[in-house]
């Protein structure tokens, strides 16, 4: 929606797409409120119960909780700092816990394999450019396990 109006330089769009994520989902009924009826539906036909899963654009923690509850081994990563804040505090105050990392999934070091990776909210078409976006797949494959 920026670059469309060309107000924004590359840079500047990519900051502007972290702060207005800054504030999404900070209220504490929305982060612990579960998954939606159509994630359940489709997590539960795809992932099992042993899965390592990487949430990408994490957030706040609503998914990434609600998956270490039903028994998933997850992680995650977002590019708003606060939200990443806000999600440790959460995971403490729930007893759980995840590795989490901020930064931009295109730039972020991964470490180990996974057998999923979300991209929470559609957070993969706020990656600018396309090429871009097929990097990111690139660089997810190698930690991509087999049979994921």
């Known amino acids: 929606m920026y670059l469309a109006a060309?107000?924004?330089?590359?840079?500047?769009?990519r900051g502007a797409i972290t702060n207005s994520w800054e504030e999404f989902g900070r209220s504490e009924s929305m982060i612990l409120s579960g998954l939606m009826s159509w994630e359940e539906s489709l997590y539960g036909?795809?992932?099992?119960?042993?899965?390592?899963?990487?949430?990408?654009?994490?957030?706040?923690?609503?998914?990434?909780?609600?998956?270490l509850k039903l028994g998933y081994h997850v992680d995650g990563v977002d590019a708003a700092?606060?939200?990443?804040a806000l999600a440790c505090h959460m995971?403490?105050?729930?007893?759980?816990?995840?590795?989490l990392s901020t930064g931009r999934i295109e730039t972020v070091t991964l470490q180990g394999s996974f057998d999923a990776f979300i991209f929470s909210w559609f957070c993969?078409?706020?990656?600018?450019?396309?090429?871009?976006?097929i990097g990111v797949l690139r660089k997810l494959k190698p930690h991509l396990n087999p049979a994921g």
Do not use: M, N, S
Not at 124 to 133: E, K, L, N, S
């Open 81 to 84: 700092p606060r939200a990443i």
């Open 45 to 67: 036909r795809f992932l099992k119960p042993a899965d390592r899963i990487l949430v990408v654009g994490c957030g706040t923690g609503r998914d990434l909780i609600a998956l």
């Open 91 to 99: 995971l403490e105050r729930e007893g759980l816990h995840a590795e």
């Open 124 to 133: 993969y078409g706020y990656i600018p450019q396309a090429d871009t976006r």
């Open 6 to 13: 060309g107000t924004l330089r590359l840079h500047d769009l």
